[in-house]
């Protein structure tokens, strides 16, 4: 037999609960004054803080045992660009450098110089204050250690490229731009090392003071 159940009234309804959960809420702000480290953040905000990679302001960690350095990786300690300014570029201007200048010169350095290196890049045009001219006497006159220091540490619209390009890719992009844009020759070969002067050594009877094997260390200058 079905039972008839009194109808619901329309309309809105007394909150229930209301106390309780103003109560959870107070403890919860309660907390959170209390501790604002653990209850804001703990504990993924130190997650990427506490990584294994190297700190600012903090020393690299050294190398591991037994191993050895990239090829053409040689290690230059510069802190800003008039510091590298006195840099000497070790590489010679050899074709082959440039050639290898030449690849890392259209991956990095074309979309805002251009291939003809005068700021006509498909980024660089459309940059308010417009890339270097490469081309200009003003650029082609300065040191090479300064066109090496600009691409590590970067410019005013020039991004940093020392963590992209190892010290001797930067040598590399210095030679092409030397002599694609400034037209200096290359040279076939590196220069090899002038050999230091043979000592000289006086004979006995050059010196005319002592008979043969009885010449002391005063004979040999």
């Given amino acids: 037999m079905r039972r008839n159940l009194p109808a619901r009234a329309i309309g809105p309804q007394p909150a229930r609960g209301l106390g309780g959960a103003l109560a959870v809420s107070a403890c919860l702000g309660l907390a959170a004054a ?3 480290g653990p209850a804001s953040a703990w504990p993924w905000s130190r997650d ?3 990584g294994i990679a190297i700190k ?3 020393q690299p960690m050294p190398f591991p045992h037994r191993s050895v350095p990239v090829p053409e ?8 660009r008039e510091e590298a300014t006195k840099l000497i570029n070790p590489i010679p ?7 290898k200048g030449k690849a890392l010169f259209t ?3 074309t979309p805002c110089h251009g291939v003809s290196g005068t700021g006509d890049g498909l980024v660089g045009e459309k940059l308010v204050l417009r890339p270097f001219n490469l081309t200009s006497p003003s650029v082609q006159s300065i040191p090479d250690g300064l066109i090496f220091g600009y ?4 410019g005013a619209v020039m991004p940093i490229y020392g963590n992209d390009l190892s010290p001797s890719e930067r040598w590399h992009v210095v030679n092409y731009v030397r002599v694609q844009f400034g037209g200096r020759p290359t040279v076939t070969s ?6 230091a002067p043979a000592p000289s050594v006086k004979t006995a009877s050059a010196a005319g003071a002592l008979p043969a094997g009885q010449a002391t260390k005063s004979t040999l200058k």
């Fill in 107 to 109: 991956i990095y350095c």
């Fill in 48 to 50: 990427m803080t506490d």
């Fill in 151 to 154: 691409i590590t540490f970067g």
């Fill in 56 to 58: 600012p302001q903090k």
């Fill in 34 to 36: 209390l501790l604002p």
């Fill in 73 to 80: 990786t040689a290690t230059v300690h510069v802190a800003d």
């Fill in 93 to 99: 201007a050899t074709p082959d450098s440039v050639n």
């Fill in 190 to 195: 590196a220069p090899a090392p002038s050999a």
